[in-house]
Structure formats: structure tokens, C-alpha cells
């Protein structure tokens, strides 16, 4: 036989049946504070949201994350963040970061195998090196 009121979901019976076992007193201060976390909720969505507002207005560059008051790791870091090297739009590569590990450069050329031919080596014509030996 149907009464014509909607159902209680579980949860919401489950959640009565907790609470009817408390003194009233209790039951009050557990509404209470679920309110209270309810609506401070509300005001700390509201304050991040008009802090992003603001920084959008005066041209601070926020990250996309912020504006649901997320970020990553390095967004966290302060004072102990790396440096800026890089210019502004230019992201380094991973070799930026080599310091003394990094490949020399080199001068001129590369070495090749002639190089190391020393007394085996054909003689050098009165041109401008290996170049004067091709055109014969």
C-alpha cells in the first residue's frame, strides 16, 4: 500500500537511525556542525574565487589549476623554487640543466681519421689545406 510520500534513501535513513540513538543536545551539535562545514565550504569557494577574479583584473598571470584552488607540488615550494633562467616563453630542455656534465664545445671542426695519419699523411699542397689535395 503506497502512502504517496517519497521514499527516504538509504543514507538519509541509515543517518537518522545513527543519530536517534544520541540525546538531543548531541543530535543539535552534529546538525550544527554539518551546517557550519556546509557553509564555510561556500566561503572559502567564494574568497578563491574573487581572489582569481582580482588577479585576472590586474594582470597577474594565475594558473589554470588555481582557479579551483588546486595547484601542483612546485606551486607550493616558496623560497626553495629554482631560479628563473630561462626568458619569459621559453622553456628549457632537460640539457639546460647538464652544468659541468655538459658536452664541451667544439672550437673549429671535428677531428677525422687524416688527422691522425702524422708521417703516413700525403704531403700538403701550397693551397689552403685538405681543399687544395680534392681539386687535382
Known sequence: MST??????????IFESLLGFLPDWVQI???ALIVLAVVASWVVKIKRKIAYRRALRNGQPVHAAARYG???????????????????GQQGSGAD????????????????????LGAYA??????????ANASA
Open 4 to 13: 504517496g510520500l517519497p521514499q527516504a534513501s538509504v543514507k538519509s535513513q
Open 29 to 31: 551539535t552534529v546538525l
Open 70 to 88: 588546486q595547484g601542483r607540488g612546485a606551486d607550493h615550494l616558496g623560497q626553495y623554487a629554482p631560479q628563473q633562467q630561462t626568458r619569459p
Open 97 to 116: 640543466h647538464l652544468g659541468a656534465y655538459a658536452p664541451q664545445v667544439q672550437q673549429a671542426r671535428q677531428p677525422s681519421g687524416a688527422d691522425f
Open 122 to 131: 700525403p704531403p700538403q699542397r701550397q693551397g689552403e689545406g685538405p681543399s
